[in-house]
């Protein structure tokens, strides 16, 4: 297989997980909005202690590594048709989990619009998920998908004469 055919199913898996993505995005965009209880919103640090021990030609040693990492915890309630419901889903469309700053602005026992959908009341989600990054990346997957191996090796022999033109003074 050759580079540019690569190249090529890259841009049609990018293209085809935007798209995707902008889909459910804005399909859920359409769901019924009601008011949800912030019943928990914090961050819990998480300390652990690992014994790594080194061995070397002549010596050995153990030493003890300690890490701290954080975990999001979000929690809330919200009521449809009489039935209460919980979820923990911040965004409509995530791939990454929610980092510890989205957070921040959603405060444990205060009250916000939650989005749910009404064919299945059990799924919903406190915020919109942004559009920019899909967007850029469905250009970058037709930009992949389109290239040809001449423009190919005009734009990585830019790249390699990029640095060294910058340099020079």
Request: net charge positive.
């Amino acid at each position: 297989m050759k580079a540019i055919q690569i190249i090529h199913y890259i841009g049609y898996t990018i293209t085809l997980l935007s798209i995707v993505y902008l889909i459910s995005a804005t399909t859920r965009k359409k769901w019924h909005r009601t008011s949800a209880k912030i019943e928990e919103s914090k961050v819990d640090k998480y300390v652990s202690e690992d014994q790594h021990i080194y061995v070397g030609e002549y010596f050995s040693s153990t030493r003890t590594v300690k890490s701290t990492s954080y975990r999001p915890i979000l929690k809330y309630t919200y009521t449809v048709d009489g039935k209460v419901y919980t979820s923990t889903k911040l965004y409509s469309v995530k791939i990454l989990p929610i980092s510890t700053k989205d957070l921040l602005p959603i405060i444990s026992g205060s009250t916000r619009d939650a989005y749910f959908n009404p064919r299945n009341p059990s799924k919903s989600y406190l915020q919109q998920s942004g559009l920019f990054s899909p967007c850029l990346f469905l250009l970058i997957g037709f930009v992949l998908t389109f290239i040809n191996a001449e423009q190919l090796n005009e734009i990585w022999s830019w790249f390699i004469q990029f640095p060294s033109e910058t340099l020079k003074l």
